[in-house]
């Protein structure tokens, strides 16, 4: 059985930094691109960053570019999420996915549909 597991969030003061891990179990993702995503309170799931399988290629969102930074460890079979500079209104559950095809070319994705694994989500919540 394929499992995401997220931890590391937290209630974190504006201004602060905290670093999200998700382990995967269950198969290797170490050819596929993986992803973070979240979801504020009454809104709908949005893209936050993205990781080629190698590492070499990443994309952000524009709300977080120069701030948040993206990485993985394929010998551990995770990916992290280091968020620096936060913001309330980053404040929402972070979710982690994973494309279950592995990749011919050192792409990442944007779209939720590419996604085919998900975690359950861990809590950020940013005090002004």
């Not at 382990?23 to 993702?29: K, L």
């Not at 070319?105 to 989500?121: A, K, L, M």
Request: hydrophobic content about 35%.
């Amino acid at each position: 059985q394929v499992q995401l597991v997220e931890s590391g969030g937290g209630l974190v003061q504006a201004g602060g930094s905290l670093r999200l891990s998700c382990a995967a179990s269950g198969r290797t993702f170490s050819s596929a691109a993986m992803g973070w995503f979240r979801q504020a309170p009454g809104k709908e799931r949005e893209f936050v960053a993205a990781i080629s399988w190698s590492g070499s290629r990443t994309g952000y969102a524009d709300s977080v570019k120069g701030r948040f930074a993206i990485s993985r460890d394929n010998a551990k079979n995770a990916v992290y999420l280091q968020m620096n500079s936060l913001k309330p209104e980053d404040t929402a559950v972070y979710y982690c996915a994973a494309v279950s095809r592995p990749s011919s070319s050192d792409t990442y994705y944007y779209q939720r549909v590419h996604y085919d694994y998900w975690g359950q989500g861990t809590q950020v919540t940013v005090s002004s």
